[in-house]
Every structure is written in C-alpha cells, then in structure tokens.
Nanobody
Framework: QVQLVESGGGLVQDGGSLRLSCAAS????????MGWFRQAPGKEREFVAA????????YYANSVKGRFTMSRDLANNKVYLQMNSLKPEDTALYYC??????????????????WGQGTQVTVSS
C-alpha cells in the first residue's frame, strides 16, 4: 500500500497563490504516476494535474494550464502543486493520488489506486 498525506490548503483571495504538498509513504517504489484531483460540493471529481514519477513529465487540465505547476521531490517522496492566479472556481477539496502503471488517460480518476484525505482550498472573491 501507499499512504498519502496532503497539506497546504487554506483560504486565499482571488488572484492569490497556494502551494499544496503531498507526502507518500509505504510502497513508494510501486508509484508510476501521481496526480492531483479536486472536488467541489455537488460536483464530480475533476482532474487537475499529473506527473510521471520517474521521468517528471507533467500533464494539466486546460482549466489550470499556465496557472498551476506540479513538481516532485524523489528523495523525499513528495509532490507539490504550486497554484497561482487562483480564482473562486478553484475552490474545492484537493486530493493527491497514485497509480501503479502506465495509462494514457491521466485524467481518469478510476486509474488511480491510492488517495489521500484531501486538503481544502477556498478562494474568496
């Protein structure tokens, strides 16, 4: 198993920035990709970004491209999501997740095996 713990959420004003962190532990050698998803009340879980654990290639949802940056720290088994120019529509519970094999559909949350508990991001207008 892989355990994931997110941190860094909070309340920020429109146009502000936050940096989310996700620490992985356990069978981290089994991680192939890691992703960030978000879910707002009454809405479905939405893909935000993903990173290939070994190669570092990144993938973003169109809604966050150019504003969010995902990175990883292999030595410490962590991933980060730097979020700039935040908007009220970015308000959601943000989750990190891992998947243990190659699938081209990074945005499909069913491909991911392990999930953290989430960290709340609230952007006020």
């Amino acid at each position: 198993q892989v355990q994931l713990v997110e941190s860094g959420g909070g309340l920020v004003q429109d146009g502000g920035s936050l940096r989310l962190s996700c620490a992985a532990s356990g069978r981290t050698f089994s991680i192939y990709d890691m992703g960030w998803f978000r879910q707002a009340p009454g809405k479905e879980r939405e893909f935000v970004a993903a990173i290939n654990w070994s190669g570092g290639d990144t993938y973003y949802a169109n809604s966050v491209k150019g504003r969010f940056t995902m990175s990883r720290d292999l030595a410490n088994n962590k991933v980060y999501l730097q979020m700039n120019s935040l908007k009220p529509e970015d308000t959601a519970l943000y989750y990190c997740a891992t998947k243990g094999g190659y699938y081209s559909d990074y945005e499909n949350h069913h491909r991911y095996d392990y999930w953290g508990q989430g960290t709340q991001v609230t952007v006020s207008s």
